[in-house]
């Protein structure tokens, strides 16, 4: 899956694709979370801070896995 950069001190990547979003932390893990509608997605692209917004809207939310 293609990530692009975001600017966070907690997230360095993010990509999307077919309703998994996948998170790379700044600390190196890389996560894939399932069945995250594309709007959540979207949302977290926009936020001013991803890390924020991840941790309000994604962790806990959804299905995971490490990749």
Do not use: C, N, W
């Not at 700044?26 to 926009?46: A, C, I, K, N, Q």
């Not at 917004?53 to 994604?58: E, G, N, Q, R, S």
Request: aromatic residues 14%; hydrophobic residues 35%; proline residues 3%.
């Amino acid at each position: 899956m293609e990530r692009v950069p975001v600017r966070s001190k907690a997230i360095a990547q993010v990509g999307y694709e077919d309703s998994t979003l996948e998170i790379e932390f700044t600390s190196g893990g890389v996560y894939r979370y399932f069945d995250v509608p594309e709007r959540v997605h979207e949302e977290l692209m926009r936020a001013e801070s991803h890390g924020k917004f991840f941790a309000a809207h994604v962790r806990g939310k959804f299905r995971y896995a490490r990749v």
